[in-house]
Each structure stands twice: as C-alpha cells, then as structure tokens.
C-alpha cells in the first residue's frame, strides 16, 4: 500500500517555533503509511494578481506540493487575534489563480501552539474561514489550543508531559480516520 502524504504548513518562521516542534511531535504520533512533507513559506513573494500571468517560481513549488499530497496540516501560532501573514499569503498564492485551487478538495486538520493561555484559538477560527472558503473539508473535533511551557515539546518533537501526549495521540487518531475517510470515500 503506498504511503497517504500529507502536506504540511507551519504558520511560522522562527527558528525555534513551538509550532514547529509540535508538527514534529503530530508526525511523531501518526502511523508508518503517512508521509509528512513540510512546505515551505519564507520565500514566498506577496501575491498580486500580476501572478495570474506569470506565476513565480515559488508560488509554482507550493502549487506542486500541494497537488501532490492527499492531505493537508495546518500548524498555526496565533498573531494579533489571527493567522500569521505568511500563512494567509501561502493561501492566497496556492489557491490562485482562479480555478486552479490547489487546496480544494483536500482533508485538513488545524492545530496549534502558543505561550497565551487561549493557545490559538482565534487565529484556527480565522484560518477555518479561509479553508472553508477554499473548498477544504477541514476536521472539526478534536480542536487543539495547547498552551506552550517549556519542556512540553522538544526540537525533535518528543513530547515531555504524558498527558499531552495522550491528547495528541487522540487528536492524531481521529486526523487518521478524517483524511483516510476522505480519500478513500
């Protein structure tokens, strides 16, 4: 059987992002026939429909990987009450130009990471608009806030707390089932 591949976006570039640390944790958790593929965003230039014409090398890359996977994970820091502009910006890119939708289709899960005690609540709600708009089934329950400490989760993803783990496991059991639903109808 061949591997379910799974698109993955990160909503942030730092260096030591927590979400970052928990995308790994997320694929730490899933089973051997998921393959993750990390899409990269820091390049990306802002989109303008001057793209439509003539797409960038960039926007052509994140289109490509997109297409070639089965599934998709958003892993979101929340900024100002919302998604990081990167992010936005790498949906903007993929989902133009119209008609060529690169997301559509496609089963999602969201999560996320911050220090605040709401987790990122908001900026998944905002992002959830986004996906909807974008024809993305997106998995509703389990949602995910995780309220980051040090030493919940470290570089590799290892996850430091058993209970977290535990919730993670199951948000990440009931991604499996959501995308293979949805792929295999």
Known sequence: MSKIK??????????????????KAVEKLAPADFAFDHVRIDDLPLYTQDFDDDYPAQGKRLKQQVEQADALLFVTPEYNRSIPGVLKNALDIGSRPWGTNSFAGKPAGVLGTSIGAMGTALAQQHLR?????????????????????????????????????????????????????????
């Open 6 to 23: 799974v698109a993955v976006l990160v909503g942030s570039l730092r260096k030591d992002s927590h979400n970052k640390k928990l995308a």
């Open 129 to 185: 608009n986004v996906l909807a708009y974008l024809d993305v089934p997106t998995m509703a329950q389990t949602e995910v806030f995780l309220q980051y400490k040090d030493g919940l989760i470290d570089a590799e993803g290892n996850i430091g707390n058993d209970d977290t783990r535990k919730f993670l496991q199951g948000w990440v059991d009931k991604y499996v089932d959501w995308v293979k639903l949805h792929i295999r109808g």
